[in-house]
């Protein structure tokens, strides 16, 4: 699996949108971008995953750059109850997945 | 809803006890995964089974074993716990192939002592 880059920390604003950075420019052809998180004290939650499109959802947006290097996940209107360790990860398909240490978003009001 | 349960939230053992984790998933998904979450390491797979009967180390096997008689069921196992396998136990399953997403439990967090 592609290695990724998250950064360790990020803080957003109540209302505002959160863009969290993900780099993974070692990604193969075949493989997807997935985004978990996880909330204080829970197991990760699947958000969103994507292989070269955008990605829409209830919970959030994936834009992928062309080159596919690197991703971002937009939280359109952060809440209090985003406030996650937020997990980006690469892989082919396939039925084992690591996670890395992930980014830490604090929401603020 | 579905779910992956786990049977404990928290427990404390004492150094050299036999441990047993076990974990339930209710979803017929034939994978199912063993993760330990420690600060600032993330999670890191133990072992994970992709059928009834069969296993695969993962990244942290030692110390470890596990066990898959059943579909829904699967038991992560500590042969002689130690203090340094204190740590949050994270169970998931996940359908086999394409780009399905993991469900996860609520964790087990286990302190030895």
């Known amino acids: 699996d592609a290695k990724t880059t998250q950064p360790p920390s990020m803080d957003c604003a109540e209302g505002r949108a959160a863009n969290l950075p993900c780099n993974h420019s070692?990604?193969?052809?075949?493989?997807?971008v997935y985004w978990y998180r996880q909330i204080h004290s829970q197991g990760p939650q699947y958000i969103i995953h994507?292989?070269?499109n955008n990605e829409t959802n209830e919970m959030a947006s994936l834009i992928i750059t062309e080159d596919r290097k690197s991703s971002t996940l937009i939280l359109p209107h952060a809440t209090l109850r985003d406030t996650a360790v937020y997990y980006c990860?690469?892989?082919?398909?396939?039925?084992?997945?690591?996670f890395g240490a992930g980014t830490r978003l604090t929401v603020k009001p | 809803d579905v779910k992956v349960t786990q049977s404990s939230r928290y427990l404390v053992k004492r150094t050299g006890e036999k441990v047993f984790l076990e974990c339930v998933q209710d979803?017929?998904?034939?994978?199912m995964f063993w993760y330990r979450q420690d600060p600032g390491l993330g999670l890191r797979l133990i072992y994970f089974?992709?059928?009834?009967?069969?296993?695969e180390k993962g990244d942290i096997p030692e110390g470890y074993s596990v066990s898959r008689e059943k579909k829904e069921r699967f038991s992560l196992i500590l042969e002689s716990a130690s203090t340094n396998q204190t740590s949050m136990y994270l169970c998931?399953?996940?359908?086999?192939?394409?780009?399905?997403?993991?469900?996860f439990g609520s964790g087990t967090r286990l302190t030895v002592v």
């Open positions: 990860i690469v892989r082919a398909g396939g039925n084992d997945m690591r």
């Open positions: 089974s992709y059928d009834v009967k069969m296993k």
């Open positions: 070692t990604i193969s052809g075949n493989e997807y």
């Open positions: 994507g292989l070269k």
């Open positions: 998931a399953s996940k359908r086999t192939g394409g780009v399905h997403g993991y469900t």
């Open positions: 979803m017929d998904h034939e994978n």
